[in-house]
């Protein structure tokens, strides 16, 4: 295995601070050097991502002062990714009294992330979580309350308390408009400029650090430099390396992959996020996968026939023919276990032939109970907009019917390496949201991504940036410096060669190509033997692109297949990473299942011994060896055990 990879020497993070892990973001909030509010309207920051990570930081830094330049591709900031977020985000609240505290959520992800995240990162995320909710409230956020006014909340997989904070099945859509109304906000008031449908497609380094961006105009096709003091990342996921996947269909990976290319260093780039409950694929003609939230295994019970090839319809199977599986082989969490256990389940059910629907690639999530319980009009007001977007998806009425599921890529834990501070390996650089590897370790539960993009953006970021700023204004450049110039010339050539390619394949065939390869290989279940026939199979598709792929038009206007080439290209590289990643960690851990290491029962199973470090990935050039640097993990407070949701 050598060969494909080499190891570096160790990583450490020097920003997190020791002692208790209580008071550790206090004190590292209190040993950062400040800028003076003065000082703040000298220094430029910009952020890539107007999501819920992005928008908020913008919003955050120009409310603190700073000079910020906001960057999309979307013709809006409110179109980010974020706004698809439907189950809710978490928060240690306590508002039920059912035993919720800052050390459970802190102990809950930490399990949660099957014990390859940091302590310090995780109990930080549980602490602002609970400011957070005060925040988005402020700015009028619509969560759901109880008859007696209080917030409502919702449980959610792998948590026996009830702290999942909603706004019906919109969670992300109404958070993103708080953000965005914090966002433009500051756009009026002259502080934040805003950079509709503009795409980053390279990060400028001078003097090893990040200094700006290179920018094509999605309109005009205009190729530009930005400069600035630092540079924020917030530009998502990249589930989309699978084509098919719950992200919407902008999402990709090319803004981090180019700082990846740039010296960052790329952490735990095989965690991906399976979800359970996904509308199952139809056909050949599909491009992306649709979400049922998750929020409907509270209510919802997932069964199959107990006998294989069982073709007869739902209501034709009597109740002592199914086999409500999660709650047979899980019954202290039963619906409601991890997305990665629900996901294994799901998939080895239908491995015995007892899937249901179309090709035996589903399972039924039934409401039928909760109907008979809650009535239809209760069972309405929680989830009347999931069952409609079903039905319209399906034709088929989950009132009357169970709906049909099946786990899809939905959330991708790996990124660009940071620090506490949430600084990448390039100084200067700072990675938010989706797009760092930070807080979920491998299995990451759900509604714990909305908390750290806001925690992230709202809190996080607009302190610790400060720490690196206090050195700035940095030395004033211009667009003919020569490393500005040569990043620039570099970007414009990249985009020539792949227009000059002029081959006879779309690059679509080829991206639906690679999704298939790394479903097959690097999806619920990976293997040896599959992970190095994927890591040939990616590396010759990938040549067959550069000599085939066919972009039509040119670089002058608006070019979606142009954009889209780009975007393939990066991903041919990140999913080679995946792979290599994969392939290395000889253990199961969560979000990542080695078939070769599950217990007897089935379940996966950790090597604590070898592997309980972040992998953190450095780029050496296309197609050669990258070098691992590992950064220990050390649990003072929650300590390793085997999972168990039983
Ligand atoms: C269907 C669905 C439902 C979900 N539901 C939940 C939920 O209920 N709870 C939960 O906690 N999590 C949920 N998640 C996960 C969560 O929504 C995401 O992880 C989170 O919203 C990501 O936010 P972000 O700000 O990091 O990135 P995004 O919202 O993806 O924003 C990325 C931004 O970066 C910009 N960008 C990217 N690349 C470039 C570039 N090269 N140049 C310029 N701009 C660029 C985009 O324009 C966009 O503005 C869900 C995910 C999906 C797919």
């Known amino acids: 295995?050598?060969?494909?990879?080499?190891?570096?020497?160790?990583?450490?993070?020097?920003?997190?601070?020791?002692?208790?892990?209580?008071?550790?973001?206090?004190?590292?909030?209190?040993?950062?050097?400040?800028?003076?509010?003065?000082?703040?309207?000298?220094?430029?920051?910009?952020?890539?991502?107007?999501?819920?990570?992005?928008?908020?930081?913008?919003?955050?830094?120009?409310?603190?002062?700073?000079?910020?330049?906001?960057?999309?591709?979307?013709?809006?900031?409110?179109?980010?990714?974020?706004?698809?977020?439907?189950?809710?985000?978490?928060?240690?609240?306590?508002?039920?009294?059912?035993?919720?505290?800052?050390?459970?959520?802190?102990?809950?992800?930490?399990?949660?992330?099957?014990?390859?995240?940091?302590?310090?990162?995780?109990?930080?995320?549980?602490?602002?979580?609970?400011?957070?909710?005060?925040?988005?409230?402020?700015?009028?956020?619509?969560?759901?309350?109880?008859?007696?006014?209080?917030?409502?909340?919702?449980?959610?997989?792998?948590?026996?308390?009830?702290?999942?904070?909603?706004?019906?099945?919109?969670?992300?859509?109404?958070?993103?408009?708080?953000?965005?109304?914090?966002?433009?906000?500051?756009?009026?008031?002259?502080?934040?400029?805003?950079?509709?449908?503009?795409?980053?497609?390279?990060?400028?380094?001078?003097?090893?650090?990040?200094?700006?961006?290179?920018?094509?105009?999605?309109?005009?096709?205009?190729?530009?430099?930005?400069?600035?003091?630092?540079?924020?990342?917030?530009?998502?996921?990249?589930?989309?390396?699978?084509?098919?996947?719950?992200?919407?269909?902008?999402?990709?990976?090319?803004?981090?992959?180019?700082?990846?290319?740039?010296?960052?260093?790329?952490?735990?780039?095989?965690?991906?996020?399976?979800?359970p409950t996904c509308i199952p694929v139809s056909g050949d003609h599909q491009s992306k996968l649709t979400l049922m939230s998750e929020s409907l295994r509270n209510d919802g019970r997932v069964w199959v026939p107990k006998k294989a090839g069982d073709d007869r319809a739902a209501a034709d199977i009597p109740e002592d023919e199914r086999d409500y599986y999660l709650e047979r082989i899980y019954p202290a969490f039963g619906n409601l276990v991890p997305r990665d256990i629900a996901s294994r389940a799901a998939k080895n059910v239908c491995d015995e032939g007892r899937g249901v629907g179309p090709g035996g690639l589903g399972v039924y999530l039934d409401f039928a109970d909760a109907i008979g319980r809650l009535g239809r009009k209760a069972v309405e007001a929680k989830y009347g907009n999931l069952f409609e977007m079903y039905e319209r998806i399906t034709g088929e009425d989950p009132y009357e019917v169970p709906m049909r599921i099946y786990p899809a890529v939905h959330y991708t834990m790996g990124g660009l390496w940071v620090d506490y501070d949430l600084q990448a390996t390039i100084p200067g650089l700072f990675v938010i949201g989706e797009a760092n590897f930070s807080d979920h370790g491998a299995n990451r539960l759900g509604a714990s991504a909305l908390m750290q993009g806001l925690a992230d953006g709202y809190f996080v970021l607009p302190n610790t940036i400060g720490d690196y700023l206090a050195a700035g204004p940095f030395e004033k450049l211009t667009a003919d410096h020569p490393d500005v110039a040569r990043t620039r010339t570099d970007v414009e050539d990249r985009i020539a060669k792949l227009l000059a390619v002029d081959g006879d394949r779309t690059v679509d065939s080829f991206h639906r190509e690679l999704g298939r390869i790394m479903w097959e290989y690097c999806g619920m279940e990976r293997t040896d033997a599959g992970l190095r026939k994927a890591i040939d199979l990616i590396r010759g598709l990938r040549n067959e692109f550069w000599q085939r792929v066919r972009v039509p038009g040119d670089g002058e206007g608006l070019n979606q297949s142009l954009e889209r080439a780009g975007r393939v290209a990066d991903f041919f590289e990140l999913a080679e990473l995946m792979c290599i990643d994969a392939l290395h960690r000889t253990e199961s851990c969560g979000g990542h299942f080695r078939a070769e290491s599950q217990t007897p029962e089935g379940e996966a199973e950790r090597d604590d011994e070898n592997f309980s470090y972040v992998a953190a990935w450095e780029f050496t050039g296309t197609g050669d060896a990258p070098v691992l640097h590992k950064e220990d993990l050390i649990f003072e407070y929650v300590h390793p055990t085997q999972r168990s949701y039983k």
């Open 1 to 275: 295995m050598t060969e494909l990879f080499s190891v570096g020497d160790p990583i450490a993070d020097t920003k997190a601070p020791d002692g208790p892990v209580e008071t550790r973001w206090d004190r590292r909030r209190f040993s950062a050097k400040l800028v003076n509010p003065a000082n703040k309207r000298k220094l430029s920051v910009i952020v890539v991502g107007t999501g819920l990570a992005g928008g908020s930081a913008a919003a955050t830094l120009g409310e603190l002062g700073y000079r910020v330049r906001s960057y999309c591709y979307q013709d809006s900031p409110r179109r980010a990714h974020s706004i698809a977020a439907q189950g809710g985000i978490n928060a240690a609240k306590n508002y039920r009294n059912d035993g919720d505290s800052v050390h459970r959520l802190f102990y809950d992800t930490v399990k949660g992330g099957d014990f390859r995240s940091r302590e310090s990162n995780v109990h930080r995320l549980a602490q602002v979580s609970v400011e957070i909710i005060d925040q988005c409230v402020a700015q009028g956020v619509p969560f759901a309350r109880e008859y007696g006014g209080l917030l409502d909340t919702r449980s959610f997989g792998g948590a026996q308390v009830s702290r999942t904070f909603y706004a019906r099945g919109q969670t992300g859509q109404q958070l993103l408009l708080g953000a965005y109304q914090a966002l433009e906000r500051q756009v009026a008031a002259g502080t934040v400029e805003m950079f509709t449908r503009h795409e980053m497609l390279e990060l400028i380094v001078v003097d090893g650090r990040a200094r700006g961006i290179v920018v094509r105009d999605m309109v005009t096709g205009e190729i530009s430099t930005d400069l600035a003091d630092a540079v924020v990342l917030a530009s998502g996921g990249y589930g989309n390396v699978f084509f098919l996947s719950t992200n919407a269909k902008g999402c990709n990976v090319t803004a981090t992959w180019r700082a990846h290319r740039k010296g960052a260093l790329f952490a735990n780039p095989c965690y991906t996020q399976i979800h």
